[in-house]
T-cell receptor
Framework: AQSVTQLDSQVPVFEEAPVELRCNYS??????LFWYVQYPNQGLQLLLK??????LVKGINGFEAEFNKSQTSFHLRKPSVHISDTAEYFC??????????????FGQGTTLQVKP | DSGVTQTPKHLITATGQRVTLRCSPR?????VYWYQQSLDQGLQFLIQ???????AKGNILERFSAQQFPDLHSELNLSSLELGDSALYFC??????????????FGPGTRLTVL
């Protein structure tokens, strides 16, 4: 079974500063990894995904993440945040390969609060 | 707009009652997933249907059931409601469910409040 741990429940940061949201996962099989964003009163939007290949993946809105297999981590980064990045961010995992049903296992979420 | 629709947007009901949440997937998507988002449990996978058949089950209570109809819309039925069932219920859809990655597109959710 897979599990996901987001190491920070809240991350306050000033506008234009860099940010890193940390995510660790546990799985005995190959996985796909995702970051989703949830703006207030909205559904989930996919920011980026890692399926295979290059360990550095780029997503929408200037976000990127790096897959580290040895450390079982998938941290999300942005070099310069904007007020509009204030939202809840979820790291998620699903099984890869032929046994993939597509179901997502989510972390507890990290609230990114960007201050002016 | 993800193309996934959910109705109703809000639902307020009393303990012991039964409600039905509805989800219409994106055009052409065969797979539907249900997730529950609550303050204490976070975001949890409940159940998945593919072309009318149940394909995966998560932490879904026995009081909850779901089905996917021939037109591919899905309904999540919650019965004998308890205060702890208050949550945001999301539906997501994807094109196919196995052998390769298929992005899930999430609906806006149904917020259920049990009083």
């Amino acid at each position: 079974a897979q599990s996901v741990t987001q190491l920070d429940s809240q991350v306050p940061v000033f506008e234009e500063a860099p940010v890193e949201l940390r995510c660790n996962y546990s799985s005995s099989v190959s996985v796909y990894l995702f970051w989703y964003v949830q703006y207030p009163n909205q559904g989930l939007q996919l920011l980026l995904k890692y399926l295979s290949g290059s360990t550095l993946v780029k997503g929408i809105n200037g976000f990127e993440a790096e897959f580290n297999k040895s450390q079982t981590s998938f941290h999300l980064r942005k070099p310069s945040v904007h007020i509009s990045d204030t939202a809840e961010y979820f790291c998620a995992v699903s099984e890869g390969g032929s046994s993939n049903t597509g179901k997502l296992i989510f972390g507890q979420g990290t609230t990114l609060q960007v201050k002016p | 707009d993800s193309g996934v629709t959910q109705t109703p947007k809000h639902l307020i009901t009393a303990t012991g009652q039964r409600v039905t949440l509805r989800c219409s997937p994106r055009s052409g998507d065969l797979s539907v997933y249900w997730y529950q988002q609550s303050l204490d449990q976070g975001l949890q996978f409940l159940i998945q249907y593919y072309n009318g058949e149940e394909r995966a089950k998560g932490n879904i209570l026995e009081r909850f059931s779901a089905q996917q109809f021939p037109d591919l819309h899905s309904e999540l039925n919650l019965s004998s409601l308890e205060l702890g069932d208050s949550a945001l219920y999301f539906c997501a859809s994807s094109a196919i469910y196995r052998y390769s990655y298929n992005e899930q597109f999430f609906g806006p959710g149904t917020r259920l409040t049990v009083l």
